[in-house]
């Protein structure tokens, strides 16, 4: 009975150690001074590699007839190789990002810009620390043509960002990615 009593202990101890709560994220300095720099300069370059859409009809049908492609789900796509991109240079913004899901307004067809596609200033521009951790909130409207898109970008010192676009056409999108500072070369 006492072996018994023993092992329970230990395998107490050992799950209390196991789920104790992480003491912090291990950001070092230069990955901190870089995203600080970005911020700064107003010059950060997000890479999407996956889309996160809203899941609806629409999509679970294209999933049961197999067309989404192999290591994706319906609610989240890998783009990888798409040159999906979101560009922030000053008080400009430019994006070409794959989209997926349903457009709420009619609009024209163009097959070579089915995704979301804008170049422009900025309006209503601003940068926050985030809430938690050490990274950055930037937040921006812009329109192209007649369509209205209100962007978030959640940008981190590990070079992970996270991307939602909120369309006055569309349901709204979310992309996961990586950022770099924004280099014109």
Known sequence: MKTVIK????????????????????????????????????????????????PDQALTSIANAGLISPGSSINRIDITGSGSYLRV??????????????????????????????????????????????GYTIQFSVNEGVENYQVTAHVFPSQISNVSVVSSHRGPIWYDGTWEPYNPE
């Not at 202990?9 to 994220?25: D, E, T, W």
């Open 89 to 134: 240079v000053q008080d400009s913004v430019m994006a070409d990002l794959s989209y997926f899901g349903q457009r709420q307004i009619g609009g024209t067809y163009n097959p070579r810009k089915g995704g979301i596609h804008f170049k422009g200033l900025a309006k209503d521009f601003t940068v926050e620390p985030t809430k938690k951790g050490d």
């Open 7 to 54: 092992y329970m202990f230990v395998v107490l101890i050992l799950g209390a150690v196991g789920c104790a709560s992480n003491p912090g994220s291990k950001v070092s300095a230069a990955e901190l001074e870089a995203l600080n720099t970005a911020i700064s300069q107003k010059s950060i370059d997000i890479t999407a590699r996956w889309a996160r859409p809203m």
